[in-house]
């Protein structure tokens, strides 16, 4: 099995990888496809736990979010071995009490399209109208945040204040939209992470008109922020928060789930300099910064 935390994986290696972990561990892992990409590209969800409780952690909707799908894989595959092997993760998280009473779905690769594109160019589309329409934006590909229609996911929720970039743009138009707004409509779970690359902050969005909702978030996210860094010598993530009608909440997935499942939705960001090109370090680092980001919201529900 491929080490994902510190090696650039294609599309089709991280979806081997989750669905080899999943049929290895079958007792405790259920590998689904949820929907497929414009270019029929598969998304695949992995659920780890037997519990009737679900937390929901998402990445990879921008194809600049190189390392961060592999980052989860890990997370999973870590989890899962742990509670096989009935080890206390870092000593102090038992999985196998935990996952008898919840589960974790991890989403790791929600644009496949635009990963495949950020490495192998426009030409990765298979549709050849889609590829033209792309390659007729004049975007380098390694600047490219889209899909394979050239629609940025992270803004096509429909959340109470999505704002319109396009004529013809509607919310919940793109198939990667789709499919996650049917996963959490199916099972509106208890909290929503997610990962991305950005600047070191932790991100946290408020309902409307739920105070008591709203306080509970910005607990849970100074509570993670506190988490995020073991290194003593290092500055803690940022906290930032959303207003319903800020604008980093216009079509994001995040806000979207706030709004509708009426649970807390936090963005986990890690600083996007020389992302590419750090080392196997570096990027095990970062990896360890995060890596128990989702235990530590469950034990704190």
């Known amino acids: 099995m491929i080490k994902t935390n510190n090696t650039l994986c294609t599309y089709e290696e991280l979806y081997y990888e989750m669905w080899e972990t999943a049929g290895r561990y079958s007792r405790i892992t259920r590998f689904q496809v949820i929907g497929s990409?414009?270019?029929e590209r598969l998304i695949p969800a992995v659920w780890v736990g037997?519990?009737?409780?679900t937390?929901?952690?998402i990445a990879g909707m921008i194809g600049t979010d190189r390392y961060m799908p592999g980052y989860l894989v890990e997370m999973m595959k870590e989890y899962t071995r742990a509670w096989e092997c009935g080890w206390k993760l870092e000593e102090i998280y038992d999985l196998r009490d935990l996952f008898e009473k919840w589960t974790i779905c991890f989403v790791p690769l929600l644009n496949p399209d635009g990963y495949e594109i950020y490495e192998n160019d426009f030409f990765a589309i298979r549709n050849p109208i889609y590829r033209q329409m792309l390659r007729m934006q004049e975007v380098s590909c390694?600047?490219?945040t889209g899909?394979?229609?050239g629609t940025e996911l992270r803004k096509n929720f429909p959340t109470g204040y999505y704002r319109?970039?396009?004529i013809h743009q509607q919310p919940a138009s793109e198939n990667e939209t789709k499919a996650l707004v049917r996963m959490f409509q199916d099972d509106p779970g208890r909290g929503l992470l997610s990962f991305g690359y950005a600047g070191k902050r932790i991100v946290y969005f408020r309902q409307p008109q739920a105070f008591s909702a709203n306080q509970k978030s910005y607990r849970m996210a100074r509570h993670l922020q506190k988490c995020s860094a073991s290194d003593m010598d290092k500055k803690n993530f940022h906290l930032e928060d959303v207003e319903p009608a800020g604008r980093q909440g216009y079509g994001s997935p995040e806000q979207f789930y706030a709004e509708i499942c009426h649970q807390p939705a936090f963005r986990i960001?890690?600083?996007c300099e020389n992302a590419a090109h750090a080392t196997s370090i570096e990027k095990q680092t970062e990896y360890r910064e995060i890596h128990t980001l989702p235990l530590e919201y469950i034990f704190s529900l």
């Open 269 to 271: 960001e890690v600083p």
């Open 55 to 57: 937390v929901f952690c």
């Open 50 to 53: 037997n519990g009737t409780q």
């Open 147 to 149: 899909n394979a229609r």
């Open 142 to 144: 390694k600047e490219f």
């Open 164 to 166: 319109r970039k396009q």
């Open 37 to 39: 990409s414009h270019d």
